[in-house]
């Protein structure tokens, strides 16, 4: 079919690379608002209505699919007017276009998930890719054995840390692009439509927040401080078993910190291992704007309502209203040291991570104790920022008390 293309729908630093479909891999990361996934999101409609392709459109986490990629790729239908050309399935979220071409969205909650999407896909998208796992990647990569000529897998991110696997991946650890790999970085200052309010949040993160500034604005991996847990590992593992296990090591966490606007309310879920010491972070809720009944109806989904959780003290109305709503919710202990208290608490365990926590995950890899400006030496405190998660473990490690010593004297 016949499109009409107006180049003045595109910002000036992705045009020339509109046709451009040469390159196995291509990456596109740089700052926030840069529009880089919306570009993909153009470039991929008019690569599928010029043959018939199969394509897969991927986010880590399956809830994401719907306000991402899917959205995004609707808006792309829109523009160039052709929506009621396209055989669209909302609720499985795939898209037929005029040309034959097919198009998949989904999550990548499972690594094995990988295997269920086909073995014929010419085109791959991870969205967010920096929340996936190199042996994602390498599964992905394996899928594509489509028909047409050229098959690609496209990237975009915004670049959280040097410990992501992306960072060493495509070679920014060394400064050399891998083959048949095409890169492009992007800010904000590189989208003409960015509007003002966007443009002035972070640039003020300049001062306020150097460390946000460099991977938000400017969009680089950050050159990371000393981290508060420097040894995190991301992999499956089967929680299910010691959820369900009778064996007295495996106490469960649940702990929650509370945000609106600007800040995340953030549930975490873990088990501890107490005799290998060894902490699994099974779980995740991030989420901003959240009412009390939301949080009820999130944590009732979960079925976690007559589990303890525990959670900022200094919200103590909104914790009585989720008493009220049916939670088993009780305030945290704080006072003087409580917070570095924590951290020793947690500290004194291997982490590791599932894979779908991709927000506690990110927090990992950027929580950091701050720098004495005069003296450029670290301090014995964290930074206040990629903490809500930090924060809702270290209410629920409050949950395992040692156990009291018993001096036994034979009389």
Known sequence: MNITI??????????????????RYNVYYGGRASGKSYFISDKLLILGLQEKRRM???????????DSIWTLFMDSIIKFKIYDKCKINKSAHTIELPSGTTIKMTGLDFPEKA??????????WLEEASDFTDDDVELLDGTLRGKCATKQMYFSFNPVSMQNYLYTRFGFDKGKMPDDTFILKTTYKDN????EATVKRLEALKDRNPTRYKIEAEG???TLDKLVYPNITVQEFDYVAMLRSEDERYK??????????????????AIADTKDM???????HFQKGMLTDDIINMVKAKNLHKTTIICDRQEG?????????GLNVRKCSKGKGSIMQGIGKIQAYTIIVLPRCTNVKAEFENYCYKKDKATGQYINEPIDSWNHGMDALRYGIQSIKKKAKVLTVGL
């Open 6 to 23: 107006d180049k003045s729908i595109f910002n000036d630093a992705y045009l020339p690379y509109l046709f451009d479909y040469s390159h």
């Open 317 to 325: 109305r909104l914790i009585e209203e989720l008493r009220k709503g």
């Open 220 to 222: 680089d991996f950050a």
């Open 192 to 195: 003409k439509w960015c509007d």
């Open 115 to 124: 295997k269920t999407l086909g073995v014929n896909i010419d085109t791959i």
């Open 56 to 66: 897969v459109f991927l986010t880590k986490l399956t809830n994401k699919v719907e």
């Open 278 to 284: 060894i902490l699994y972070v099974y779980d995740e």
């Open 252 to 269: 469960q966490i649940y702990g929650m910190d509370f945000g609106f606007i600007n800040d995340y309310t953030a549930l975490v879920c």
